[in-house]
């Protein structure tokens, strides 16, 4: 297989193993390349990438620009905040109008789930999401698989369990999806107020106690408590929470084996995990990170080159 099955990266669920690994192979490649000392290809010359992020972030919008840098991509930047969206034009007119400076590649963050599946039948560029709502969040799922992969060689016959606000995470869903695809068995972890009704019907095992969890797994992705779409209160108070579902040194030091730990970020400190557990050995939080531009280039190369069949 040397193209992927899609001409856009909308979502974890479209993809087959086959194009996982494919972008594997082709990050392990651009991994090479940005830890020489010229880290940058012409791969997306004459290419024009546009940024739309509707939601606020940090690492993903940088990883994404840097990763089109490193290709030699053309890039432009929007946010919403500083736009006209805030004088009520639509999302489909102001993605017409962007794409009327003749822009190829869309990169799209929004609130709203199902808002890059919208736009990318509604226009030619080609489309991904770089997270759009409670759906998916697709480059951090590859990026946590191939991390994985990375940490301990392989992702199949791992035990991943995901901790944390599984409900309003559009990280848990691509990461159930991509880990379940590369063979690996996916338990969550959170109180029940915070694990969608049915979830075992994807597969998953569910847990609401932090350390049978911890018992069980090979990998431990602690996810962030999102007040942002929390309407409703789901636990009493963050201390409460974090005294029954916080990662500390004490607890992972008590269980007496080796678990990777992971974050997509950003990380409340003390809440879901403690600073002495974010800076400490078990971590991989910052080589996430680092892996996120190599899997950002893989993909956008691969879809830059996607040919209708
Ligand atoms: N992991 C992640 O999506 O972080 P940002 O919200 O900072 O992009």
């Given at each position: 297989m040397t193209q992927l099955s899609v001409k856009h990266l909308l979502?974890?669920?479209d993809l087959k193993?086959e194009d996982?690994?494919l972008i594997?192979e082709n990050?392990?490649?651009?991994?090479?390349?940005?830890?020489?000392?010229?880290?940058?290809?012409?791969s997306l010359r004459d290419i024009?990438v546009?940024?739309?992020?509707?939601?606020?972030?940090?690492?993903?919008?940088?990883?994404?620009?840097?990763?089109?840098?490193?290709l030699?991509a053309?890039?432009?930047?929007?946010?919403?905040?500083?736009?006209?969206?805030?004088?009520?034009?639509?999302?489909?007119?102001?993605?017409?109008?962007?794409?009327?400076?003749?822009?190829d590649m869309?990169?799209?963050?929004?609130?709203?789930?199902?808002?890059?599946?919208?736009?990318a039948?509604?226009i030619d560029a080609t489309i991904l999401?770089?997270?759009?709502?409670?759906?998916?969040?697709?480059?951090?799922?590859?990026?946590?698989?191939?991390?994985?992969?990375?940490?301990?060689?392989?992702?199949?016959?791992?035990?991943?369990?995901?901790?944390?606000?599984?409900?309003?995470?559009?990280?848990?869903?691509?990461?159930?999806?991509?880990?379940?695809?590369?063979?690996?068995?996916?338990?969550?972890?959170?109180?029940?107020?915070?694990?969608?009704?049915?979830?075992?019907?994807?597969?998953?095992?569910?847990?609401?106690?932090?350390?049978?969890?911890?018992?069980?797994?090979?990998?431990?992705?602690?996810?962030?408590?999102?007040?942002?779409?929390?309407?409703?209160?789901?636990?009493?108070?963050?201390?409460?929470?974090?005294?029954?579902?916080?990662?500390?040194?004490?607890?992972?030091?008590?269980?007496?084996?080796?678990?990777?730990?992971?974050?997509?970020?950003?990380?409340?400190?003390?809440?879901?995990?403690?600073?002495?557990?974010?800076?400490?050995?078990?971590?991989?939080?910052?080589?996430?990170?680092?892996?996120?531009?190599?899997?950002?280039?893989a993909c956008m190369y691969l879809l830059a080159n996607h040919k209708e069949s």
């Amino acid at each position: 297989m040397t193209q992927l099955s899609v001409k856009h990266l909308l979502g974890i669920k479209d993809l087959k193993e086959e194009d996982i690994r494919l972008i594997f192979e082709n990050a392990d490649n651009f991994k090479t390349i940005i830890n020489r000392p010229i880290k940058k290809v012409p791969s997306l010359r004459d290419i024009t990438v546009a940024n739309l992020f509707f939601e606020n972030s940090t690492r993903t919008r940088i990883s994404f620009e840097l990763a089109q840098k490193r290709l030699s991509a053309d890039v432009i930047n929007f946010a919403s905040s500083s736009s006209s969206v805030s004088k009520g034009e639509t999302l489909i007119d102001t993605v017409k109008n962007i794409l009327s400076m003749k822009v190829d590649m869309v990169v799209m963050r929004h609130p709203s789930p199902g808002a890059p599946v919208f736009l990318a039948r509604h226009i030619d560029a080609t489309i991904l999401n770089a997270g759009d709502g409670t759906h998916e969040h697709p480059t951090q799922a590859l990026l946590d698989a191939y991390s994985i992969r990375e940490a301990l060689g392989e992702v199949s016959g791992k035990k991943v369990a995901i901790v944390g606000d599984i409900l309003h995470s559009r990280v848990a869903l691509s990461n159930i999806y991509c880990l379940q695809k590369l063979g690996a068995e996916v338990m969550v972890c959170g109180p029940s107020t915070l694990i969608p009704r049915h979830i075992e019907q994807l597969g998953v095992k569910v847990e609401h106690n932090l350390r049978k969890a911890l018992e069980w797994c090979d990998v431990a992705n602690m996810l962030r408590i999102q007040l942002e779409r929390q309407d409703i209160k789901y636990f009493p108070t963050l201390r409460e929470y974090s005294m029954q579902y916080g990662l500390t040194l004490d607890m992972l030091d008590s269980i007496g084996k080796d678990i990777t730990i992971m974050h997509p970020g950003p990380i409340n400190r003390g809440v879901e995990i403690t600073s002495e557990v974010a800076d400490s050995d078990y971590s991989i939080i910052l080589d996430q990170v680092e892996n996120g531009v190599a899997i950002r280039m893989a993909c956008m190369y691969l879809l830059a080159n996607h040919k209708e069949s």
